[in-house]
């Protein structure tokens, strides 16, 4: 690599190889961009073909023959038939645009071929937009464009040897200028929904949510360090061990498998939900990262529908609040939200009956265990509050452990977490359980979202990360309707506080670096995460609402697509206008050597001169000598003019500067004009 970049900068290559070579690295980036999207197989082969071009560039070889072409572009299309079973759609399609584009360069003989390239290389670039849109992601595609446009610029350099350093200056400077263009565009360039959603994967494996649950088939938890929402809150943070983020509600169980009920969107959804808030409302603002899923996660618990974007926000009667779509795009959105609340019906209802249910054949044990707790707390109105407490203390001293390593279970999940391994990470606790509280005939229900979470020091934002995924139960008791309990709480109280947060394991540059100063790492984390926040806030979360407020403070009342088709085409207008008198005023004051040339013809022309007359140095000479014959003026302007020629187009360093030619222009023996 480093005896590339000095070939590359140095002058030791043919420039036909050397332009190859700076093409086929840019293209290497582009393909790089992409690797985590496509195949390995894909990687190796876009990877080898691109060495292979490399190396009959560099010996100057001849390209391989069609036979070769061929067999490749065949191997590539069944390759892809394997791996996603099609030939179109996403992932398909970007599998084989980087592969064509590796197998396009081993064609690639004259300029024509190279200007194919460059098109389906920016292509390419743009498809690396369909699964991320993060800042890095932009950093790194802003590199290969303009690697790319200098490629384009040096190819539309065909004479001589230029640097380049040369091209690549040209496209920096084009970049700049478009730059204005590209910052309209955005602003005012009526914005619509996604016309794609790109499909997640499931998160099964590592903390986050989920649509289902099933308990004990996931050996191993590992940490998802990545962020699900940032919140702003507008008064005083609420305790962390307070702040739960409500998510799916779980209630349909088979005996492995967690499922939520069919949602319901409708008032009557609100009036089953019997939400009654107390206390102090909290407002906030959420930025919810895309999850491909209908969920708004919120504090526990909101009573008004939440201000969402181009759209309705709906609760069912489990008080989980859903979008109309898929979250496919960063969103933000301001809810309230009130931490002491009741909800559900008071007294007992057929409704519950469903929360009570329990396969048959599972987990024996633990149904034993519930009949001989009934037996020793009773039956009456009360024994509910205590038959919870006791499964609460049986938790708290009986030995068990929360983890995140617990191995995989078998048929009777429940009976293996409270007989035999007494361990698990929150998804077998709570379902445990809630499995227990329905043995006893207890409504109880599962409820997944996040728990807690961490500020940001430096913009302020509460961030929620993957990690801070979290299962708890809910239970029925009458009088007070559904009352959580969080039984991971009773395992390990400090999983619900400061003191003990799921971690991702750390690289070992960040791991020296805290353990050369504990708080570096963390510093520059959340550094980093501010200026992403900035960039989802500004950039990808610049919806129309917004560029609808954009044109309410430039003065329009109630502005729709339509003034924004306006007010770019006003901005479009100006913007001609400004380029056709830049660009008057470029052609007058770009050459200096022009300007001083067409001044001496205009004043001729006043002196007299017919206006047939050829603006060059050696025509005007001859007719300065047509019009007025052999004098002193004649001769001085003809030298004067063949000093300018020369120095033009003879040698310039034997003739006068420019700087010295007007002082000469200037004390030439000028005629007076004649007066009509």
Same mark, same amino acid.
């Given at each position: 690599?480093?005896?590339?970049?000095?070939?590359?900068?140095?002058?030791?290559?043919?420039?036909?190889?050397?332009?190859?070579?700076?093409?086929?690295? !840019?293209?290497?980036?582009?393909?790089?961009?992409?690797?985590?999207?496509?195949?390995?197989?894909?990687?190796?082969?876009?990877?080898?073909?691109?060495?292979?071009?490399?190396?009959?560039?560099?010996?100057?070889?001849?390209?391989?023959?069609?036979?070769?072409?061929?067999?490749?572009?065949?191997?590539?299309?069944?390759?892809?038939?394997?791996?996603?079973?099609?030939?179109?759609?996403?992932?398909?399609?970007?599998?084989?645009?980087?592969?064509?584009?590796?197998?396009?360069?081993?064609?690639?003989? +004259?300029?024509?071929?190279?200007?194919?390239?460059?098109? /389906? =290389?920016?292509?390419?670039?743009?498809?690396?937009?369909?699964?991320?849109?993060?800042?890095?992601?932009?950093?790194?595609?802003?590199?290969?464009?303009?690697?790319?446009?200098?490629?384009?610029?040096?190819?539309?350099?065909?004479?001589?040897?230029?640097?380049?350093?040369?091209?690549?200056?040209?496209?920096?400077?084009?970049?700049?200028?478009?730059?204005?263009?590209?910052?309209?565009?955005?602003?005012?360039?009526? @914005?619509?929904?996604?016309?794609?959603?790109?499909?997640?994967?499931?998160?099964?494996?590592?903390?986050?949510?989920?649509?289902?649950?099933?308990?004990?088939?996931?050996?191993?938890?590992?940490?998802?360090?990545?962020?699900?929402?940032?919140?702003?809150?507008?008064?005083?943070?609420?305790?962390?061990?307070? /702040?739960?983020?409500?998510? $799916? !509600?779980?209630?349909?169980?088979?005996?492995?498998?967690?499922?939520?009920?069919?949602?319901?969107?409708?008032?009557?959804?609100? +009036? /089953?939900?019997?939400?009654?808030?107390?206390?102090?409302?909290?407002?906030?603002?959420?930025?919810?990262? $895309?999850?491909?899923? $209908?969920?708004?996660?919120?504090?526990?618990?909101?009573?008004?529908?939440?201000?969402?974007?181009?759209?309705?926000?709906?609760?069912?009667?489990?008080?989980?609040?859903?979008? !109309?779509?898929?979250?496919?795009?960063?969103?933000?959105? @301001?809810?309230?939200?009130?931490?002491?609340?009741?909800?559900?019906?008071?007294?007992?209802?057929?409704?519950?009956? +469903?929360?009570?249910?329990?396969?048959?054949?599972?987990?024996?044990?633990?149904?034993?265990?519930?009949?001989?707790?009934?037996?020793?707390?009773?039956?009456?109105?009360?024994?509910? =509050?205590?038959?919870?407490?006791?499964?609460?203390?049986?938790?708290?001293?009986?030995?068990?452990?929360?983890?995140?390593?617990?191995?995989?279970?078998?048929?009777?999940?429940?009976?293996?977490?409270?007989?035999?391994?007494?361990?698990?990470?929150?998804?077998?606790?709570?379902?445990?359980?809630?499995?227990?509280?329905?043995?006893?005939?207890?409504?109880?229900?599962?409820?997944?979202?996040?728990?807690?979470?961490?500020?940001?020091?430096?913009?302020?934002?509460? !961030?929620?990360?993957?990690?801070?995924?979290?299962?708890?139960?809910?239970?029925?008791?009458?009088?007070?309707?559904?009352?959580?309990?969080?039984?991971?709480?009773?395992?390990? $109280?400090?999983?619900?506080?400061?003191?003990?947060?799921?971690?991702?394991?750390?690289? =070992?540059?960040?791991?020296?670096?805290?353990?050369?100063?504990?708080?570096?790492?963390?510093?520059?984390?959340?550094?980093?995460?501010?200026?992403?926040? #900035?960039?989802?806030?500004?950039?990808?979360?610049?919806?129309?609402? #917004?560029?609808?407020?954009?044109?309410?403070?430039?003065?329009?009342?109630?502005?729709?697509?339509?003034?924004?088709?306006?007010?770019?085409?006003?901005?479009?207008?100006?913007?001609?206008?400004?380029?056709?008198?830049?660009?008057?005023?470029?052609?007058?004051?770009?050459?200096?050597?022009?300007?001083?040339?067409?001044?001496?013809?205009?004043?001729?022309?006043?002196?007299?001169?017919?206006?047939?007359?050829?603006?060059?140095? #050696?025509?005007?000479?001859?007719?300065?000598?047509?019009?007025?014959?052999?004098?002193?003026?004649?001769?001085?302007?003809?030298?004067?003019?063949?000093?300018?020629?020369?120095?033009?187009?003879?040698?310039?360093?034997?003739?006068?500067?420019?700087?010295? /030619?007007?002082?000469?222009?200037?004390?030439?023996?000028?005629?007076?004009?004649?007066?009509?």
């Amino acid at each position: 690599m480093l005896t590339l970049g000095r070939a590359l900068r140095g002058g030791t290559l043919p420039r036909d190889t050397r332009d190859t070579l700076f093409l086929l690295l !840019v293209i290497g980036w582009v393909l790089a961009l992409q690797s985590g999207n496509i195949p390995l197989w894909c990687s190796l082969m876009a990877g080898g073909v691109l060495v292979w071009r490399a190396t009959i560039a560099w010996r100057n070889q001849p390209l391989p023959r069609w036979p070769w072409r061929l067999g490749l572009l065949t191997a590539a299309l069944g390759a892809t038939w394997v791996s996603h079973h099609t030939w179109l759609g996403q992932d398909a399609g970007v599998t084989l645009v980087v592969v064509l584009l590796a197998l396009k360069t081993l064609e690639m003989r +004259a300029r024509r071929d190279a200007f194919v390239i460059f098109f /389906l =290389a920016f292509f390419a670039l743009l498809t690396r937009f369909f699964y991320s849109q993060s800042l890095p992601t932009a950093a790194g595609i802003l590199l290969a464009l303009l690697g790319l446009l200098t490629a384009l610029v040096n190819a539309h350099m065909p004479v001589g040897r230029p640097p380049l350093r040369q091209s690549a200056w040209i496209a920096t400077r084009m970049a700049l200028l478009g730059a204005p263009v590209m910052l309209v565009l955005f602003l005012l360039f009526p @914005r619509m929904a996604p016309l794609w959603g790109v499909p997640g994967q499931d998160p099964a494996g590592k903390t986050g949510l989920s649509g289902e649950m099933q308990v004990g088939q996931v050996a191993q938890l590992a940490v998802d360090d990545g962020i699900a929402m940032r919140i702003r809150f507008d008064d005083p943070i609420p305790p962390m061990a307070s /702040l739960y983020f409500r998510g $799916p !509600v779980l209630s349909e169980f088979d005996g492995t498998l967690w499922r939520p009920r069919q949602p319901e969107f409708s008032p009557r959804a609100v +009036a /089953l939900a019997e939400l009654e808030p107390r206390g102090q409302a909290i407002d906030y603002e959420v930025t919810l990262e $895309p999850s491909q899923r $209908p969920w708004l996660v919120l504090l526990d618990a909101v009573s008004e529908a939440p201000q969402v974007p181009r759209g309705r926000a709906f609760m069912t009667p489990e008080l989980q609040w859903l979008y !109309v779509r898929p979250v496919s795009e960063l969103m933000r959105f @301001r809810a309230r939200s009130h931490l002491d609340f009741r909800h559900g019906p008071r007294q007992a209802t057929d409704a519950l009956q +469903a929360y009570v249910h329990l396969p048959p054949g599972f987990n024996p044990r633990t149904a034993e265990l519930a009949r001989a707790m009934r037996q020793e707390y009773g039956t009456d109105d009360g024994a509910s =509050a205590r038959l919870v407490e006791a499964a609460l203390q049986r938790l708290r001293t009986g030995g068990y452990a929360y983890t995140l390593d617990p191995g995989v279970y078998g048929r009777h999940t429940a009976d293996e977490f409270w007989f035999d391994r007494k361990q698990g990470f929150c998804e077998h606790i709570a379902s445990s359980f809630v499995i227990l509280m329905r043995a006893m005939g207890i409504p109880a229900r599962l409820v997944t979202g996040y728990q807690g979470g961490e500020l940001n020091g430096v913009d302020g934002y509460w !961030v929620v990360r993957q990690r801070d995924a979290h299962a708890w139960a809910e239970v029925w008791q009458a009088g007070e309707g559904w009352v959580r309990i969080d039984p991971t709480g009773a395992v390990a $109280p400090a999983r619900l506080g400061s003191l003990s947060r799921l971690a991702a394991p750390e690289g =070992a540059i960040a791991s020296t670096l805290r353990n050369l100063n504990p708080t570096l790492v963390a510093q520059l984390r959340n550094v980093w995460e501010a200026v992403n926040n #900035r960039w989802n806030q500004w950039v990808l979360n610049y919806t129309q609402e #917004r560029q609808l407020d954009l044109l309410r403070h430039l003065g329009f009342s109630s502005p729709d697509w339509t003034d924004l088709a306006v007010a770019l085409g006003m901005v479009a207008a100006l913007a001609g206008l400004g380029g056709a008198l830049w660009l008057r005023w470029e052609r007058q004051q770009h050459d200096p050597w022009l300007r001083l040339l067409q001044r001496v013809h205009r004043r001729l022309r006043r002196l007299g001169l017919p206006a047939h007359v050829r603006a060059t140095p #050696r025509g005007l000479m001859q007719g300065a000598a047509d019009q007025w014959g052999d004098t002193p003026f004649t001769r001085a302007l003809g030298d004067w003019l063949l000093q300018l020629e020369r120095q033009r187009y003879g040698e310039p360093r034997r003739t006068p500067s420019l700087t010295t /030619l007007r002082k000469q222009y200037r004390q030439l023996p000028w005629p007076h004009p004649r007066r009509p």
